[in-house]
C-alpha cells in the first residue's frame, strides 16, 4: 500500500504562487497515476489535475488550466502542482490521489491527508 504525504500548502495573496508536493513512500510512485484533488466544505470534490504513470498524460480542469502544472518525480517518488496566479476560489484542502488507472478514479485512490491552501483577496 502506498502512503502519501502533501506539504507546502499555506496562505497566499490572490495572484501570488504556491508549490504543492505529495511525497509517494512504500511503494514506487511510478506504479500509479496521480492526481490532485480539492474539497471545499459543503462543495463538490474536484479533481484540478492528473498525470500518468510516467507523465506522458496530463489533465486539468477547467478552473485552473493554463494556471497550474502537475508534475512528477518518479526517481524521488515525488509529485508537485505549481499553482500560478491564485485566486480567492482556489482556497480548498488539496489532496494528493494515486491510482493505478487512467483516467484517474478518485473513489478507487489512495489519499493522503491534505493541505490546506488559502488564497486572501
Known amino acids: 500500500q502506498v502512503q502519501l504525504v502533501e506539504s507546502g500548502g499555506g496562505l497566499v495573496q490572490a495572484g501570488e504562487e504556491l508549490r504543492l508536493s505529495c511525497a509517494a513512500s512504500?511503494?514506487?510512485?511510478?506504479?500509479?497515476?496521480m492526481g490532485w484533488i480539492r474539497q471545499v466544505s459543503g462543495k463538490e470534490r474536484e479533481v484540478v489535475a492528473s498525470?500518468?504513470?510516467?507523465?506522458?498524460?496530463?489533465d486539468y480542469s477547467d478552473s485552473v488550466k493554463g494556471r497550474f502544472t502537475i508534475s512528477r518525480d518518479n526517481a524521488e517518488n515525488t509529485m508537485y502542482l505549481q499553482m500560478n496566479s491564485l485566486k480567492s476560489e482556489d482556497t480548498a484542502v488539496y489532496y494528493c490521489?494515486?491510482?493505478?488507472?487512467?483516467?484517474?478514479?478518485?473513489?478507487?485512490?489512495?489519499w493522503g491527508q491534505g493541505t490546506q491552501v488559502t488564497v486572501s483577496s
Open positions: 490521489v494515486a491510482d493505478v488507472a487512467w483516467p484517474l478514479r478518485p473513489d478507487f485512490a489512495t
Open positions: 512504500g511503494r514506487a510512485l511510478g506504479d500509479f497515476t
Open positions: 498525470i500518468s504513470w510516467g507523465g506522458s498524460n496530463t
